[in-house]
C-alpha cells in the first residue's frame, strides 16, 4: 500500500479495506435483501458448476439486461467453457443441490446408525481397558522384588481390589524400582503422541467448541463484527449440525443475458510469446505445457524464422540441453596443478594457468606447457561498486563525493567507471580509470583502489 494509507493506519487507525461501497454478504439470503438495484456481484467459482456463482447464475441468466463477465477460460467441460464457445441466447441444463434435513424414516435410520456406532466405540475401549488391566494384573503376578508389597490381600476387606481407574496401587520401599513395576514411584503416565510425515497427528476433536460454548460466544460477541451482529441465516449456517441430505434435480436454464470475456488471467497470447522470443533471442528454446497443437504451431514458427534449437519433451521425457557452443570439458593433469597457485574468491578459487593442451586416454587434458611461458600482464579480477569503494575511502580518512557520475577523491584526484554501455552487469567490458596528477594522493588513492581486486 501507498505510504499516505499506512501512515493513516498508524495515526488513526483507519482500515484501508474497510470499503465503502462493497459489501461482504455470506449468502444468497443477504444478496436478495439489497434489492434490484444496479449491482456487481463478485462470486466463486469460476467454472458456474458449483458455489454461489452457480446459483446466482441460474437466477440471472433469464434476464437480457444482465451480464456475465469471466475473468478466466473456463476448463473444459464446465458450463462456463460451454457459454464461452457457443454464446446466448441458448438453453442450457443445470443441476440444482440443495441440502434438506433427515426427517421420518430417514432420520430414525440415521439416529439408529449413530447408536450403533457409538455401541461400538464404547465396546472397543471397554475391550481395550480389560487388556490393559489384564496385563497390569500378569505383570504384578510375575513380580518377586522383597520391596514390593501386594496390599491387594491385606485391604479386601476394607477396600476390595484397591483399584482406581485401571490402575494398581505398588507401594515401594526406598526409591529402586523393580523391573516389572508399571508404576515405580507414584502413578505417572506418559502421554506418547503419533507423529507422522508432517509433525505430530492432531486430534480434530480436541479443538472443536461446544455447541453451549458457542452459543454463549455468539451472544457475548453480538455488538463486534461485520454490521455489528450475525443475523438468523448466518448463526444458522454456521451453528446448523443437524443430520441432513443432498438432493439434486436437474433443470432447464433459458440463458438470455450478455456474455464477456475480460484477459485477467496474467498469460501471453500467441502473438505475445513470439514477439517476446524474437527480442530475447535464446539460443535454446523448450518449450513445455500448452495443447500439443499449440505447441506445434509455435515449435515450427521459430524453426522457420530463426536458426533456434527448439525442443518440445513429452510428458515424462527426459531431454539434453547442455550446450557445447562456448565451453569445453577438460581435465586438469596432477602435474599441472601441483605448480598452480590458487586464491579464494569468495566461494571459489581462481588461479592463472599456462599449459598446453593434449588428450590423455581420449580426454582433453591440461598439460604443463613444454617451454617456459612469457610473462603475462597483471590481471584485476573482481567489481567495483563506486558507491561500496566511496564509503571504504571515507573510513580511511579521505573526503570523497559524488559529482557527475564519477567518485571525487580529495581536492585533485577523480575515479570513474568506463564500459561498454551495450554490455548489462559485471559481465561486460569495463575499466577503472584514476584520473589526476602525479602527487601523494593519487598513489595513495591507487593503491587503495588495488586493494579492492585479486591480483593474478
Known amino acids: 500500500m501507498s505510504d499516505s494509507i499506512s501512515k493513516s493506519f498508524e495515526h488513526t487507525r483507519d482500515n484501508a479495506f474497510l470499503l465503502r461501497h462493497v459489501s461482504l454478504i455470506i449468502n444468497k439470503e443477504e444478496l436478495e435483501k439489497l434489492g434490484d438495484a444496479p449491482k456487481v456481484v463478485l462470486a466463486s467459482m469460476s467454472s458456474l458448476e458449483v458455489g454461489f456463482s452457480h446459483d ?14 469471466f475473468t478466466e477460460k473456463g476448463q473444459f467441460g464446465t458450463l462456463a467453457r460451454m457459454l464461452q464457445v457457443d454464446p446466448p441466447p441458448k438453453a442450457v441444463k443445470v443441476t440444482m443441490s440443495k441440502r434438506v434435513p433427515l426427517v421420518g424414516d430417514e432420520l430414525k435410520a440415521y439416529e439408529e446408525e449413530q447408536e450403533r456406532i457409538k455401541k461400538e466405540e464404547v465396546l472397543k475401549a471397554s475391550i481395550s481397558k480389560e487388556k490393559e488391566l489384564k496385563a497390569s494384573h500378569e505383570s504384578n503376578a510375575k513380580a518377586s522384588d522383597p520391596m514390593v508389597v501386594d496390599a491387594s490381600s491385606s485391604r479386601k476387606s476394607s477396600n476390595a481390589g484397591s483399584h482406581v481407574g485401571g490402575n494398581v496401587d505398588i507401594l515401594i520401599d526406598g526409591f529402586v524400582s523393580p523391573v516389572t513395576s508399571i508404576a515405580p514411584m507414584f502413578p505417572f503416565f506418559e502421554n506418547t503422541a503419533d507423529w507422522d510425515d508432517f509433525g505430530e497427528v492432531i486430534n480434530p476433536d480436541d479443538y472443536m467448541m461446544k455447541q453451549d460454548e458457542m452459543d454463549n460466544n455468539m451472544m457475548l460477541g453480538a455488538g463486534d463484527g461485520m454490521d455489528g451482529k450475525l443475523d438468523e441465516s448466518s448463526a444458522r449456517l454456521l451453528l446448523d449440525s443437524a443430520p441432513s441430505k443432498v438432493i439434486s434435480n436437474e433443470m432447464t436454464v433459458q440463458v ?36 500439443a497443437e499449440a505447441t506445434e504451431h509455435l515449435k515450427m514458427h521459430c524453426a522457420k524464422n530463426s536458426d533456434l534449437h527448439v525442443y518440445a519433451p513429452q510428458i515424462e521425457e527426459t531431454i539434453d540441453v547442455t550446450s557445447d557452443l562456448c565451453a569445453y570439458k577438460v581435465q586438469l593433469s596432477e602435474k599441472l ?11 571459489h578459487e581462481i588461479a592463472w594457468v599456462d599449459s598446453g593442451v593434449g ?98
Not at 56 to 69: G, P, Q, R, S, T
Not at 337 to 347: F, I, Y
Not at 389 to 394: D, E, G, N, V
Open 337 to 347: 596443478m601441483s605448480n598452480v597457485l590458487s586464491k579464494k574468491l569468495g566461494e
Open 56 to 69: 446466482i447464475f441460474v437466477e440471472m441468466a433469464n434476464e437480457a439486461k444482465n451480464l456475465v463477465l
Open 359 to 456: 588428450k590423455v586416454d581420449e580426454k582433453l587434458t591440461l598439460l604443463p606447457p613444454s617451454s617456459t611461458p612469457a610473462a603475462h600482464k597483471s590481471v584485476l579480477v573482481g567489481d567495483l561498486k563506486l558507491a561500496d569503494f566511496k564509503q571504504f575511502l571515507a573510513n580511511k580518512g579521505l573526503q570523497v563525493e559524488f559529482a557527475g557520475g564519477a567518485l571525487r577523491c580529495g581536492e585533485y584526484i577523480t575515479v570513474r567507471k568506463i564500459g561498454d554501455s551495450n554490455q548489462k552487469g559485471s559481465t561486460g567490458s569495463q575499466q577503472i580509470v584514476v584520473e589526476g596528477p602525479l602527487c601523494e594522493d593519487y598513489y595513495k588513492i591507487r593503491e587503495l583502489l588495488y586493494s579492492q581486486f585479486f591480483l593474478l
Open 256 to 291: 438470455k443475458c450478455s456474455l464477456a470475456y475480460m484477459d485477467f488471467e496474467g498469460r501471453s497470447d500467441g502473438r505475445s510469446v513470439k514477439s517476446v522470443i524474437a527480442h530475447v533471442a535464446p539460443l535454446k528454446l523448450v518449450l513445455v505445457h500448452g495443447s
